[in-house]
C-alpha cells in the first residue's frame, strides 16, 4: 500500500508564531486531505486538496502532485491550534502518516 | 444536523472477550468507514460498508467484522480481544460519490477499548 511519511513528527510553537507541516507520498495521490484531530480525538477535515492551493482563514494547504506531496501552513498560531494534524490519501480507502503534533504555548 | 455518532465512548474488556462498536452515520450520508488508531499512531483503515455490504477491507485479520443496517448506522465486532486491540475506534461516514472525489468524510468522536 502506499507509505505516508509527516515531518516533523512534534512541533512546539509560541502563539503567533508561523508554521509549515510537510506529508510525502510513496506514490499518486488522488484524493489528498489534511486533518486536524483534537484532544478528544475527533478529526476534523481541513482540506481535500488533490493539487494547487486553498486557503481557510489562518490555514492554507499547497499539494504539488506530481512530486507527491503536500504542505500545511499554519499562521498566526493560537493555542486552539494545538492537537495532531494528520495527511491522508489515496481515495476513499484513507492511508494516514504518523501525524504531527503541534503544541501551542500562551 | 447531527454528525456521526459513536457508542459507547470508552469500554474495557477482558482478553478473550468479545466486543460491539456502534456508529450512526451523519445525516444523508449512506457509507460508513472504520478506523483503528493505536497510541500515537495514525489511524488505520479497518473495512467499509455501503449497501449493506463490505466494499473494501484494509489488513485486518477475520476476527473483525462489522455490519451496515437499512438506516445506514453500522457495527463492528471483534472476537477473541487481544491486548493488542486496544485502540481508538473511529467511524466515519460518507456519501458515495459526493463530489469530484472529494468523499467528505465526518468522523465521529471514537470509542476508546481497553483490553485487559
Known amino acids: 500500500g502506499i507509505q505516508v511519511e509527516q515531518s516533523p513528527p512534534d512541533l512546539i510553537l509560541q502563539e503567533g508564531a508561523n508554521s509549515t507541516l510537510r506529508c510525502n507520498f510513496s506514490?499518486?495521490?488522488?484524493?489528498l486531505q489534511w486533518f486536524h484531530q483534537n484532544p478528544w480525538g475527533q478529526l476534523i477535515n481541513l482540506f481535500y486538496i488533490p493539487s494547487g492551493t486553498k486557503q481557510n482563514g489562518r490555514l492554507s494547504a499547497t499539494t504539488v502532485a506530481t512530486e507527491r506531496y503536500s504542505l500545511l501552513y499554519i499562521s498566526s498560531s493560537q493555542t486552539t491550534d494545538s492537537g495532531v494534524y494528520f495527511c491522508?490519501?489515496?481515495?476513499?480507502?484513507?492511508?494516514f502518516g504518523a501525524g504531527t503534533t503541534v503544541t501551542v504555548r500562551a | 444536523d447531527a454528525g456521526v455518532t459513536q457508542s459507547p465512548t470508552h469500554l474495557i474488556k477482558t482478553r478473550g472477550q468479545q466486543v460491539t462498536l456502534r456508529c450512526s452515520p451523519k445525516?444523508?450520508?449512506?457509507?460508513v468507514s472504520w478506523y483503528q488508531q493505536a497510541l500515537g499512531q495514525g489511524p488505520q483503515f479497518i473495512f467499509q460498508y455501503y449497501e449493506e455490504e463490505e466494499r473494501q477491507r484494509g489488513n485486518f485479520p477475520d476476527r473483525f467484522s462489522g455490519h451496515q443496517f437499512p438506516n445506514y448506522s453500522s457495527e463492528l465486532n471483534v472476537n477473541a480481544l487481544l491486548l493488542g486491540d486496544s485502540a481508538l475506534y473511529l467511524c466515519a461516514s460518507s456519501l458515495v460519490g459526493g463530489g469530484l472525489g472529494n468523499y467528505g468524510y465526518t468522523f465521529g468522536s471514537g470509542t476508546r477499548l481497553t483490553v485487559v
Open positions: 445525516s444523508g450520508h449512506d457509507t
Open positions: 491522508a490519501g489515496p481515495d476513499y480507502k484513507l492511508s
Open positions: 506514490d499518486s495521490v488522488n484524493n
